[in-house]
């Protein structure tokens, strides 16, 4: 039975996306046909219940079979760039993923460099300078943060911040003349995303939206199996991606916050779920369903989402049935099942320590996958740098980050809603 979102949830839905009978207003279409996106050029609506009622055939007006995407650019050979050049990036909030995993990993990159560090705490900065062998002059807090303009050293700022900052810090990155690396999710609105992408437009820079698992050698295997049909036509993916929210972890705390976090466990790691079920088939979802749970009187969740069960149908025909959750125990699973075989990713979206395995009339093979020196962290920062120094569009520009919003947000939609939200494709963009 669908539980009811709470009132806040209820809330989030930007009405004015849709026009009264639901469907995505003829402006929003004209502007997202021309960022040339997957969702991009397509209106999102509301038809029957094809979910609801089990509707296994196709659905009327949708392609009969998958159509023929662009292969992956991780497929694609990188263009080499000069031995030794390496652009300039500051780093702009120093919190748990930052310290943990991103600063480590400049230590790996092959063309970018840590030269600047934005953070409210000055003592924390300056320690981290001298670990990093970053100069004091080249540290900003959020007040002085526009300064940045002025160093010519700095040539991409990396925004870490909670998720409702990241809009304003990628902005204001423009402004200075920078390119802007963005960690996931975008940011909690479809108009902030627009208003990203439309900044970096007018100030002639790049975007990226940091999604680390498409850069990950276990999930660019399993997407190079099902390209090459080793598991035959893909018919279904499911993924889950949960873990416990920790109200004594700071990194938790701003978490059940709305107006920092935007959302709950569908914003924050079901986006993993959610970009699986994209990169495996290659294909935007042509509807959605979804349902969200919140287990009563937690306080964790006066704000924001605990768990989201959500269901996607692609033109091809392929259904995802994807999860999210605040409150089970870790879980970061992908599966993608076809006419001759399944590829499991378990787990699938960790820093380190993927498995991948391919299951068979022949059995169950674990698949061993070439971890490359580089983290996928380091490889996702110089590919970006990469792209900015060969002017090449990146591998998930902010058009990418702005689909996942849009198809998060019919999610929800169809949740407070009780019914199917659809979303009339024109197919793969990839
Ligand atoms: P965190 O709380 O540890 O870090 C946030 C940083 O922002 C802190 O340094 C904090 O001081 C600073 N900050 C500035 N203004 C703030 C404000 N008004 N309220 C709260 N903090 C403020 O969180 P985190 O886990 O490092 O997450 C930061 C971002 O990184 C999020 O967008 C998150 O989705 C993303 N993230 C991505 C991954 C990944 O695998 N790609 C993993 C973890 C986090």
């Not at 300078?129 to 303009?149: E, M």
């Not at 002025?150 to 920078?178: C, M, Q, S, W």
């Not at 569908?266 to 079920?277: F, H, T």
Request: net charge neutral; glycine share 10%; hydrophobic share 35%.
């Amino acid at each position: 039975m669908r539980v009811p979102p709470e009132p806040s949830s209820l809330m989030e839905i930007p009405m004015n996306l849709f026009d009264k009978d639901g469907r995505l207003d003829l402006s929003r279409r004209l502007f997202l046909r021309s960022t040339g996106g997957g969702l991009l050029g397509s209106g999102l609506g509301l038809i029957g219940p094809a979910f609801a009622q089990g509707g296994g055939g196709s659905m009327p007006g949708l392609p009969p079979s998958r159509p023929t995407g662009r292969p992956f650019p991780e497929m694609e050979q990188e263009t080499p760039v000069e031995p030794g050049r390496r652009l300039g990036w500051a780093v702009v909030g120093l919190g748990k993923f930052a310290l943990n995993q991103i600063l480590p990993s400049f230590g790996e990159s092959r063309c970018s460099k840590l030269v600047a560090l934005v953070s409210g705490n000055r003592q924390k900065a300056e320690q981290v300078a001298s670990r990093y062998g970053v100069d004091t002059r080249d540290l900003y807090d959020y007040q002085t943060f526009d300064r940045i303009a002025d160093n010519p050293e700095v040539d991409v700022v990396y925004v870490i911040l909670p998720n409702a900052l990241h809009a304003e810090y990628t902005v204001r990155a423009f402004k200075a003349g920078k390119h802007v690396f963005c960690e996931k999710p975008m940011a909690v609105t479809v108009e902030e995303c627009e208003t990203m992408i439309s900044a970096g437009r007018e100030a002639g820079r790049k975007l990226m939206v940091a999604y680390r698992a498409q850069f990950e050698p276990h999930n660019v295997e399993a997407i190079r199996k099902v390209r090459d049909g080793e598991i035959g036509a893909l018919r279904l993916v499911t993924s889950d991606h949960g873990r416990i929210l920790d109200p004594k972890d700071p990194a938790d705390q701003w978490r059940m916050v709305k107006s920092l976090a935007g959302g709950g466990s569908r914003y924050d790691i079901g986006i993993y779920s959610l970009q699986a079920a994209r990169y495996l088939t290659g294909e935007e979802p042509v509807e959605a369903f979804g349902q969200i749970a919140n287990t009563k009187d937690d306080p964790r969740f006066r704000e924001v989402e605990d768990r989201v069960a959500f269901q996607l149908r692609f033109p091809s025909g392929a259904v995802a049935n994807l999860s999210s959750s605040y409150s089970t125990a870790s879980v970061k699973r992908i599966q993608a099942f076809g006419e001759k075989g399944s590829i499991i990713l378990d787990p699938a979206t960790e820093y380190e320590g993927n498995k991948l395995a391919l299951q068979t009339e022949k059995g169950r093979q674990e698949v061993k996958v070439k971890v490359k020196e580089q983290s996928q962290f380091a490889a996702e920062m110089d590919h970006f740098s990469q792209s900015v120094m060969n002017n090449h569009d990146p591998k998930t520009p902010g058009e990418e980050g702005l689909r996942d919003i849009l198809i998060m947000q019919a999610i929800y939609q169809s949740a407070c809603e009780g019914r199917p939200v659809s979303m009339e494709a024109t197919g793969s963009t990839r």
